[in-house]
């Protein structure tokens, strides 16, 4: 398998219409080395299940999707259990999408952010569990994510020690930035995550917006290759939300998945 | 009338249901007195028309929309053009919307945005019209405009006389910039327009995904000071796309768009 394929990973989303188990034969059945299971579908069969399901494989697993979310009610307690059930799946890296603020008062929502990640830190790094911040694109500011930047990202991360604390770069939400690549090299050593997927025009939806590679606009190789500088090597997620593509058989979206990838990173 | 309704502006696609005369005709009878034309609805009468039946209103002219789109063939013709017919309508300024880039090359795009300035700034200069770039929202940096952040439009505009070249300040676009307060204070003496409209959840679209002031998560007041601070306390612009106000009695809509302005700003 050439190298580059072998760190493609599929995040569970990009195939939502598969239950866990249907994902992971859907790996085994295309050669996919990686997956990157979500919380809600890990919850359908339960934790232990998936577990057992996921490390009878042979998959490794490249993230959970997701902790975060630090001003929604037991959100602490949330991320907590978030780490112990990425331990038990096998994985060493919790992706965090930090939630929207509860108000208009985006900044003091930050701040429960970096509050939220102090306080849950401690039991991540005796877990082995790394916390990759993944600033979302500025148009989820006011529903998904208050930390949009990678700059913003990287001064939160920088509170704590790299081995701990990090960034998860997703192309999709970060492309249009004309610092990008400044701001890439300025994270080297902290990138624990690389998800791709493409930004078509028309935008297909906001959350459901995203589209296979090399149908939109992304310099996904060249953003590869930025990430690769800055000492990111590890696997790339495919995580497409998109309703054509959750409509469509699951075998032909992996040929394409695998066709895609192989040509556009 | 109180002094911060005297800065309010009315673009003129808050109201895209009526043609140039009844937004005129609208403004006067709500004591409006600002108007910003959208050149599509210059057309509709023709220059000299329009700008006659604006003299003759009295009211004042925020500004011109739009220039821009600098990989667009014929850009600097059309750039000149709209140029003059800003004189002609007797406004000082003339907003830039950069544009999109013709492939996946985005840093080769905002070069030609820059190149484009460059050779329309001397006949802008002489015909007494400002070139504010405005930064679009990151959501519309594939199809309206290469140019999203304060700090990239602040680099740019830098490269020539700060009587010439400046900003425009949309809120909606640039709201969720962890960093946006102090690149306005950055952009101190070169904010030459201020728009509003808020950023509702869930938004009612993309470009038509703007809402009244008060419905959404944007700190106006905030945003306004700090835009003050930084030197600028000309016209305030309402520029609202949205469908829902588009199908409603433009009387209406004038009536709800004074009052959350003078309650939000």
Redesign the interface.
Known sequence: MPELLSRLSLNQITLNQLSLIECVDACLRHNVGWIAPWRNKVAEIGLSESARVIRESGLKVSSLCRGGYFCAPGAIDDNLRAIDEAATLGTDTLVLVCG??PD????AA?GRVADGIAAIVDHAHTTGIKLAIEPL???F???RSV???I??ALAIAKEFHSADVGLAIDVFHV?????VYEKLEKSTGRIMAFHVSD?A???PG?FAGRSMMGT????FRRLRLAAEAAGYTGPIEVEIMNEALWARPADDAMEEIKRTFAASL
Chains 1, 2 share one sequence.
């Open positions: 929207p603020a208009r008062d985006i900044d930050r694109h500025p148009m500011a006011a529903d930390i949009c930047l700059d913003e492309w249009w930035d004309a610092f930004w025009v028309p935008l906001i939109g606009v992304i310099e």
